[in-house]
């Protein structure tokens, strides 16, 4: 059993250790692999047959699928990975952004130039500041 | 003797070296950006290294999680920019040391830091915008570069105490080189951000400056911050300020700040720019 680490207390944040790069690998390489343009192509014109070549879980291929952002994460995707995936798909990383914090893409954008979110109350779970 | 005369620390934001590259520099979200690194690019003018040794990370370019090198050093002659997923960079290969390289590769090793040596990469956003925000847009980069390549991804990284004494052992390294060079190191990455999960976003402007004072002003309080401090404060990403140490480990114990520029934000990130000379 994976034993609770001080940084389980900072919200909304997944730090990327050796379980959750464990547990994404497939997930996060399937994203390394967009990197090539003749992947994307192939990634692009059947995503479901693509993704079977990475043996990941039914749930990391469903997140894909159903541009589940947040839900990648959560399943071990790291963000520099799964953002391959979303460049592939067109998206802009603010848009990625905005949706694992259920913000609009607008909003994030205007979070981020009345100078980013506030530290305030986002540092700890347990001691609220 | 090679000599380390300053270090430099620049955020390495890829939509900076995007905007740059599709002509946008002039417009009005990115020109205060280019406007405040105006200063530093005529210092590096002026100051003319032979060599710029490179302190970055890669972001899943070069590198993916197969095979995770904590510190990497490049030892070729040519590292051409990467394709990230858009085509690479229009910008020039960039050029390495050779024989410094492998100078440094064999002191630091026998120094008891234990490398991965790189003798073939293409260098992503990490390594080639610093270059673009302190140079421009030249035909060539005006110096050679040796890259240092610090996993930032996996946690954990180095901690901020060992990449402190990997710059040490750098400049001690530097210095043992007999032929005379201009030796400047950079570190790259930071300032706060975080690109994932739902507190993306979160910028911490009086942590980051906290930090840019400290890096003269108290570099002791730095090397012991820990990584969930890092994390805590300036979000998971903001993890990659450790490699600011490694250049300022290459210093002198005194140094003198001779420009700073910070700026929110650089898409997603804190832009936090400072240059340090040996005094
Ligand atoms: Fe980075």
Redesign the pocket.
Known sequence: MRKPREYDDIPGTYVFDYERSHRGYHLNMFGMSLLKPENREAFLADEEAYLKKFPMTEEQRQSVLNRDWLGMIKLGGNIYYTSKIGATLGHSFQYIAGEMCGMSQEDYADMMIKGGRNPEGNRSVSEKY | MAKITAGVATS?VPAIGAALDLGKSGEPYWKPIFDGYDKSKKWMAEAKPDVVILVY?D?GTAFALDVVPTFALGVTDIYPPADEGWGPRPVPNVHGHVELSRHLAESLILDEFDLAIINEMAVDH?LTVPLSLMCGQPEAWPFKVIPLAVN?VQYPPPTGRRCFKLGQAIRKAVESFDEELNVVVMGT?GMSHQLHGERAGMINKEWDNQFLDDLSGDVQRLVQLDHVEYMRETGA?GI?MVMWLIMRGALNENVKEVYRFYHVPGSNTAIGNIILENS
């Open positions: 390495h990370n972001h990490g930032v990455g990403e990659e």
